[in-house]
């Protein structure tokens, strides 16, 4: 088939991505059908409530390294599950596994803390994408890329019910 075609291209490295995107795990948030991409076209990298730490940021700059991308972009979005999770009161978060815990943990710190809880959940998405490019910002290799001009990191929020995504400048 043509498709099939077209990944094999892919995979075989004639096509290059113009963009890394760091979106969330949740069903519903694959950056390809979001931006209207095919396969190879976006360097993929999904994790829950779009978290920023040192291995998502290794994938990131592995990317860049390899694929020579302009743009990363992390994409949040409203109605998270990791979000709602880490935003969820203590008594019911303990009950969580340990590995959803020290997600919802270093979720709540990007967020703004759990004091948090009260405030709109698109506020904390925001604040969860801003985080993400800030830490991306802070590597010296990303860092040196930006100020050659080879480089944007973005922060972005997409919104299900409206089928946009809102870019966060």
């Keep these: 088939s043509e498709r099939g075609e077209k990944e ?3 995979v075989s490295g004639t096509n290059s991505p113009f963009a890394v995107v760091v ?32 291995v998502v940021l290794g994938s990131v700059i592995l990317a860049v390294r390899r694929y020579a991308c302009p743009v990363v ?19 019911f978060l303990i009950r969580e596994p340990a590995p959803v815990i020290r997600i919802a943990e270093m979720l709540r710190e990007d967020a703004g803390g759990p004091e948090k809880n009260d405030h709109d959940h698109h506020d904390c998405a925001r604040s969860l994408a801003r985080a993400g490019v800030a ?11 930006m ?16 089928g946009v995504v809102e870019w966060l400048y």
Excluded: Q, W
């Design 73 to 91: 972009v992390v994409l949040g979005h409203d109605a998270c599950l990791a979000l709602n999770t880490a935003l969820s009161p203590d008594e």
């Design 147 to 162: 100020r050659e001009g080879l480089l944007r990191v973005v922060p972005a929020l997409y919104l299900h019910d409206a």
């Design 23 to 54: 979106s969330c795990s949740d069903m519903g948030t694959a950056p390809e059908r979001i931006f209207g991409c095919g396969h190879g076209e976006i360097a993929s990298i999904r994790v829950a409530g779009n978290l920023v730490d040192s």
């Design 8 to 10: 094999k291209g892919t």
């Design 135 to 145: 830490r991306i910002r802070d590597d010296s290799f990303v860092g040196e890329r």
